[in-house]
């Protein structure tokens, strides 16, 4: 994965003084969840999102180029712990009783670097498929937690998430152009990440959990 990223990075700045640049405006909706890897951690269920922000594509050929841009990811889940822990907020900690939930609630910073490849434009229609990875830097955290003694509500809680988050990318589109420059962008994307988001401080066993999403990518391209 680290070989790859760097394949990724050395391409992007290769191409960069040579490429045709098209910059755009995001505003996608998205359906996100956590998964944890040991069996006392669940999913407790989806959360919806929004994505926005600033989109670029440097192309190095007509039809093949580097996605990247910076938007800022509203996005969370939900997670149920079947023992005991503690719950670190901003000020305080607090100590959770088995079978809590917790609903957390992350802002991002996003910034992608994804290979886009595109067909030739079909009538008013240019279709296309991406994948790449994806870098999130937490600036914003907040949570709800329920247990059987404790009820919280957006209750600050940057100290029990990673700073740094990483995710792969893939996904399909169009592009419908209403003018030459100008085209409106419609897409679906699955974003996977690979890298523990919490900190594990409160459990007894540590556990990985990745966040995941199904994006409805909106755009409008320059």
């Known amino acids: 994965m680290y070989r790859f990223i760097l394949v990724l990075m050395v391409m992007f700045f290769s191409v960069l003084t040579e490429a045709q ?3 755009g405006l995001t505003v996608s909706p998205q359906v996100s969840w956590l998964k944890s890897d040991v ?3 669940s999913s ?16 190095f050929t007509n039809r093949y180029s580097i996605s990247t841009g ?3 990811n509203n996005t969370g889940g939900r997670l149920k712990y079947a023992d005991s822990l503690s719950f670190e907020s901003n000020d305080i900690v607090y100590k959770l009783d088995p079978n809590a939930s917790i609903k957390y609630n992350m802002q991002y910073v996003d910034i992608p670097f994804s290979f886009r490849m595109e067909s030739n434009q079909i009538g008013y229609f240019v279709y296309y498929a991406q994948f790449g990875i994806t870098n999130h830097l937490l600036v914003g955290a907040a949570a709800d937690v329920k247990s059987t003694t404790i009820t919280l509500d957006g209750v600050g809680c940057k100290k029990e998430l990673s700073f740094y988050n990483m995710s792969y990318n893939i996904g399909v589109g169009t592009d419908y152009y209403v003018f030459k420059h100008t085209a409106i962008s419609f897409g679906v994307l699955f ?28 755009g409008v391209l320059f």
Request: glycine share 10%.
């Open 70 to 72: 910076v938007t800022i």
């Open 39 to 41: 069996s006392t951690v």
């Open 191 to 218: 974003v996977n990440g690979f890298l523990d988001i919490t900190q594990n401080t409160g459990l007894l066993t540590s556990d990985n959990v990745s966040l995941k999403s199904v994006v409805l990518k909106l």
């Open 21 to 23: 640049l098209r910059m």
């Open 44 to 59: 407790d269920g989806v959360q919806m999102g929004f994505n926005f922000g600033l989109v670029a594509d440097l192309f």
